[in-house]
């Protein structure tokens, strides 16, 4: 079971003590394997390129060229997510609430600035 599933689909089918053993190696965290570094990659491809266009037809701007996206910063940012997410589970005894993951989301993209503008055209 992919570390996401539990955040989204099977919130209620696994129990915080599956939380912790699934995430955890030796009382450490588990970093995230190849497969689900890939899956994660595919999914924030598909987002990120979806709200980019969301934007451009809401804003009338070509953001298509424009706007580059940091897939490295933002796929560090999905992990320390699942490090709270974890620490909430061991320290809390809680699960992480979807208010608090889009908070530490917010917190984290406007910390790091994985977006970027590459070309700036002045409005006429």
Not at 45 to 51: A, E, G, Q
Not at 79 to 99: Q, S, V, W
Not at 117 to 124: A, E, G, L, M, N
Request: proline share 2%.
């Amino acid at each position: 079971m992919r570390r996401k599933d539990y955040g989204k689909n099977s919130r209620n089918d696994m129990s915080l003590q599956e939380c912790i053993e699934n995430w955890t190696e030796n009382g450490h965290y588990k970093d995230l394997s190849k497969d689900e570094m890939k899956i994660e990659c595919q999914e924030l491809d598909i987002f990120l390129t979806n709200m980019r266009d969301e934007v451009a037809k809401k804003t009338a701007l070509n953001l298509a060229e424009s706007v580059i996206f940091n897939k490295g910063l933002m796929l560090h940012i999905i992990e320390l997510i699942e490090k709270r997410r974890l620490y909430f589970a061991i320290f809390h005894n809680k699960k992480l609430g979807e208010l608090n993951e889009c908070c530490l989301l917010a917190f984290w993209i406007l910390k790091f600035r994985p977006i970027v503008r590459t070309q700036f055209v002045p409005d006429s």
